[in-house]
């Protein structure tokens, strides 16, 4: 039950952490993965599934956002927003393998909702990106054993 405890929570901090949320999953893979208690391919799978998930969050909020646009909270200017747009639309879904990059890849999602990027597109090259991170964690932590 304790593996199963740590499993979901290692994707629910995962999930987080693709939001804005300024949270590591990281971190916690990596010493998740230092205590060899825990089998490497379900930390693995936990944390890309979480994180995939989060994005889809974002993905789906951007789908929505553009509605607020004209209110007065509403957290980007018009002109801000406009260039983002077109930059997206220069570099097109080729930008989402950069998702798993700080700062950054987090707000992509976000845009590539509000430019209605297709979901099932969305969803191959996020998890491609986000399952090559976690790989390389593993592989930085473990030594590539």
Known sequence: MEALSV???????????????????????AGLLLTERYATL????????????????NWWLGTHLERFRQRRWFPVSAE???????AYQRWGWWSLLLSWTPV???????????????????LVVVSLAKATRYVVVWGLTLGWQ
């Open 80 to 86: 801000h927003l406009a260039r983002i747009q077109a």
């Open 7 to 29: 499993y979901l929570g290692l994707a629910a901090l995962a999930f987080g952490a693709a939001t804005l949320l300024p949270l590591q999953s990281e971190a916690a893979l």
């Open 42 to 57: 379900l930390l693995l799978l936990a944390a890309t599934l979480g994180n995939i998930a989060g994005s889809t969050l």
């Open 104 to 122: 950054i890849g987090d707000p992509l999602t976000l845009v590539a909702g509000v430019m209605r990027e297709p979901l099932w597109r969305f």
